[in-house]
Each structure stands twice: as C-alpha cells, then as structure tokens.
C-alpha cells in the first residue's frame, strides 16, 4: 500500500475520475525491485488530500495499474513517457502550435488543457523547466471514500498523532477546536 498526498484543487477530480494519475519526483529508498520508490502495478493506493495536517482525508483507494518515468519540458511543451525500459520514449507534444497530444494527457491529471497544466508547474516548480519522475496511473480503478464515512477512522488515528507529536501536526488553539468538533459531532 503507497499512500499520495494531493492539493484540494485535485480532489474533485479524482472523485469524478477525470484525475486518474499523478506525477511525482522520485522517492527515497528507490531501488531496482521498486523504481523511483512509488508503487507497483497491482499494488492498493490511498489517495488523501492534506497528509500530514489535522484537516487530512481519505479521498478514495485505486489500485496502481503502472508506474512509468516521466520527464516533462516545459519550454518545448513536450512529455516523454518511458513505456518500456530500454526503448525511446513516446513524446508527446504540440503539433503545428496545438496541444492535441497534450491536452487529453493534461485531463487527465486534473487540470483543463495543457496550458493549465503548464502554468500550475511553472508556479509550482518556479525555474525548473524540466521535470524528471515518475507518472503513477490508476486508471478508473478508484473507489471513492464518501465524505463523511472515514472521518471517525481519520479522527481516531489523527488524535493518536497528535498525541504524539502535537507541535508537529497541529497547534495548541487548533487542536482545542477540532477536539470540540470531534466531540460535538458524535
């Protein structure tokens, strides 16, 4: 089980699958048996909004259908998808000025068009104009959580969190008032 953090922009998406990958630099602890540190395919996939904060949720679970490198460049709008070890890539980019190829795959990441796509990296990644990861897919394979049917297990696990490590994970007014809500809504 491999568990992604996302950005609420991306929650809505997700939920009506429209989102049905993510993109992500390389994680620590990568070797040859797991590439890049992420998922396998066939392995569960949590999806959260807000990991490590006292407001996260449980989006939904999907099961990891493949885990590819990526390298995006930005200032020649172009993705190159590793497919197969060994092989060239499959580029996808602008035709004659459109985003054709590129559209579809922005979608499917959550956002409108690729321009979209392209001014949220730009943003978020300031001057990095390259980016080189790895695309973990999905797919429709998500079961979405309802929006009120995990918040007594979140809650549950949250608090023992936050009893550990309360300077970390939330602040002593904060925790005051998501204890009371906690309270209240039972």
Not at 70 to 81: A, F, M
Not at 97 to 103: F, K, T
Not at 169 to 185: A, E, H, P, T, Y
Request: with cysteine; aromatic share 10%; hydrophobic share 35%.
């Amino acid at each position: 089980m491999t568990a992604y953090s996302f950005k609420r922009r991306f929650v809505d998406p997700i939920r009506a699958k429209t989102k049905t990958h993510t993109i992500r630099l390389p994680r620590r602890g990568a070797n040859l048996r797991r590439p890049g540190g992420h998922a396998l395919p066939g392995e569960e996939l949590q999806l959260y909004c807000g990991i490590r904060t006292a407001q996260c949720f449980l989006i939904g679970r999907a099961t990891c259908s493949s885990s590819i490198r990526i390298t995006i460049h930005l200032t020649y709008s172009w993705v190159d998808l590793y497919e197969t070890p060994g092989r060239a890539p499959r580029r996808l980019n602008c035709l004659d000025g459109s985003h054709v190829e590129l559209d579809p795959f922005a979608r499917s990441d959550g956002f409108e068009n690729w321009k979209d796509m392209w001014n949220f990296w730009a943003a978020v990644h300031s001057s990095d104009h390259f980016f080189d990861g790895f695309l973990i897919e999905w797919g429709q394979s998500l079961a979405p959580q309802s929006e009120d049917g995990n918040d007594a297990a979140i809650a549950s696990r949250r608090l023992k969190e936050i009893a550990k490590h309360p300077k970390r994970l939330i602040s002593g007014g904060d925790l005051k008032r998501r204890l009371k809500s906690l309270c209240d809504s039972e």
